[in-house]
């Protein structure tokens, strides 16, 4: 009896720990419960607003975080903080940390933010004004060229250079921005490229951004092609030249600046202690009939792709890898038709010479 009776009590104090434990299933299928979970999974509102500010958004790079402020009105004006798009552009730009263009950005309509996003992504369809030989509206007075180079992640380079664009020598001449000059040389950690290795890892490793500002127009637009389109190395001096370049609209069908090729040239050199030096840097337009633009042509360039509208970022790189070829295939294309077009003018030339010559012979035998 006794031995019933303690079993009895040890089946109570079982059935009581287990009923402590976990709720019995009709509980956890009620219809408050799953509201309630419902309501948690779906309101972001419930995480407090520092941990959102502080240890989320300020771990997000731009895209991420201009997707997330799509999300609900409540992310959207958490992700508008003008702090979160300040780091972001000095993270992604270093060059942007200079005093003078944290100023400019931050007369742009929203700030940073609308920075980011004129700067980041690919303009792929830019603004036309008719006849490239007239003068488009509102031409900006001064460019400011915001320069970043990376080698394997790594800064190697940073420069803001500022062009004033009014006088008539600029627009006259051809248009060139040198962020070096000609005896300067940037160190870098580069090895010296004594093997065809070293041009390789430049091709794949290397990064380069130049991004134009306009600081009375509040615009702006990332010229760079990221990746390099072309490493050359010279068989002479042992310089490697790197090339980024972009394209961007020009004028009417069949003109020379249908389309017009923004080229950054970065010439690398070796030093003594066998590491690289960077000893240019420098861009110019090009139109497809391989002559660079003056000041004048080259500004009415520049204000199409930053008036222009801007693609998704992360299609910035093939896209603009497919436009460079497809400027060097139609600058080739037209290169051919303009020889043609001087043979057979060179031919009738010649049949002309020899017709007229033939004629005046006959003239002079039968006279």
């Known amino acids: 009896m006794q031995n019933a009776l303690l079993q009895t009590r040890k089946d109570s104090k079982t059935m009581a720990t287990t009923s402590s434990a976990s709720p019995p299933l009709s509980a956890l299928c009620s219809p408050a419960i799953t509201i309630v979970d419902q309501n948690n999974a779906l309101t972001i509102s419930t995480v407090h607003q520092d941990i959102i500010e ?11 975080l201009a997707s997330a402020s799509c999300a609900s009105t409540h992310l959207h004006a958490l992700a508008s903080q003008e702090n979160l798009w300040t780091d972001i552009c000095h993270s992604t730009w270093p060059s942007t940390t200079s005093s003078r263009v944290r100023h400019v950005i931050s007369n742009f309509h929203n700030g940073p933010r609308s920075f980011f996003s004129d700067a980041f992504p690919l303009t792929i369809e830019p603004v036309s004004f008719g006849n490239s030989s007239e003068n488009p509206p509102d031409l900006p007075t001064e460019i400011i060229s915001a320069v970043d180079i990376y080698y394997k992640k790594e800064q190697i380079f940073s420069k803001v250079v500022e062009t004033e664009t009014v006088s008539a020598w600029f627009k006259c001449s ?3 921005v040198d962020l070096l000059d000609p005896k300067e ?17 430049l091709e794949e490793d290397m990064e380069l951004s130049w991004i134009i500002i306009d600081p009375i127009g509040k615009r702006a637009m990332n010229l760079s092609s990221q990746r390099p389109v072309n490493v050359h190395r010279h068989w002479l001096s042992g310089e ?18 249908e ?3 923004c080229g950054v040239v970065v010439t690398c050199g070796g030093s003594a202690k066998g590491e690289m030096h960077v000893r240019e840097v420098s861009l110019q337009l090009e139109d497809m009939d391989g002559m660079y633009l003056n000041g004048r042509e080259s500004l009415v360039m520049l204000r199409r792709g930053l ?3 801007r ?3 992360k299609k910035r790189e093939s896209e603009r890898k497919k436009e460079v070829e497809e400027f060097l295939e139609r600058k080739r294309e037209r290169k051919e038709r303009k020889m043609r077009r001087e043979g057979t003018l060179d031919t009738l030339c010649v049949a002309f010479g020899v017709s007229a010559s033939a004629s005046a012979l006959l003239f002079l035998l039968f006279r």
């Open 54 to 64: 502080t240890h989320i958004f300020t771990r997000l790079d731009g895209p991420t």
């Open 174 to 176: 051809p248009f060139r």
């Open 185 to 201: 040389a940037v160190s870098t950690r580069i090895p010296s490229p004594d093997k065809d290795e070293t041009c390789r890892d």
């Open 240 to 257: 490697v030249q790197v090339k980024f370049a972009s394209v961007v609209g020009g004028g009417g069908i069949g003109a020379a600046t």
């Open 259 to 261: 389309l017009v090729q």
């Open 307 to 309: 008036a222009g509208k």
């Open 311 to 313: 693609g998704r970022g």
